[in-house]
């Protein structure tokens, strides 16, 4: 087992930041190709999509693992900018998502295609039960910022989400954001 002496880290609860910063992870909108229903066009493959700023703790089911995401606004095509989104590899580890700032959708799916859509904005707790994938889609026209902790052996599992995608996509519409069946669903 490893354990870990207790520590205080700083999470601004404006802006996301972790202070000491220790493990940032930076997407660009070139990262996420093939995720949305329209190519990424090239001359954006370069923008920022979201960041995630990690507090660190070693790998086992008996610590936990939290980080802040910064999701950037915006649209390919008429989809608004999400996350890769993952089952955990460890399939049955929960993970907790509290909404900071912004106007989001969590997006999840289960391996036999169920799916559930949640709202994310200022204090929302969103409890993401185990064995359902999740992807946050930023349906606002600020950053979505959320914090989120997890079982720290939990690990991504992004391939299956790369091959099948999620039963629903979040499109811009006339009068607000839609939850459409996914066309490129594949299961
Ligand atoms: C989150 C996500 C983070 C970025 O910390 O990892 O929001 O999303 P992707 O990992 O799908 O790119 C989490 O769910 N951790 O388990
Ligand atoms: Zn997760």
């Known amino acids: 087992m490893t354990s870990l002496e207790p ?41 920022p999509a979201y960041t995630v700023s990690e507090i660190p703790a070693p790998v086992s089911g008996s ?7 910064v999701l950037q606004p915006g649209r390919v095509g008429r989809e608004f900018h999400m996350t890769k989104g993952h089952y955990h590899e460890v399939r049955d580890r929960a ?21 559930q859509v949640e709202p994310m904005r200022r204090g929302t707790v969103n409890y993401v039960a185990g064995r359902w994938a999740h992807r946050s889609v930023n349906v606002g026209g600020e950053p979505l910022i959320f914090y989120a902790v997890y079982v720290a052996d939990a690990g991504y599992d992004y391939g299956t989400i790369e ?11 006339d009068s607000g954001p839609e939850v459409v069946p996914n066309p490129r669903y594949r299961k």
Do not use: Q
């Open 7 to 47: 520590f205080t880290t700083m999470l601004d609860l404006e802006a996301g930041a972790i202070e000491p910063e220790r493990k940032l992870t930076e997407r660009r909108l070139g990262d996420l190709d093939g995720l949305f229903l329209e190519p990424v066009p090239a001359e954006r493959a370069g923008e």
């Open 163 to 173: 091959e099948e995608g999620f039963p629903v996509v979040v499109l811009a519409g």
């Open 63 to 69: 610590n936990l693992l939290s980080s802040t995401t």
């Open 95 to 115: 993970e907790i998502y509290v909404t900071l700032a912004g106007e989001g959708r969590l997006v999840m799916g289960t391996e036999d295609g169920r799916h």
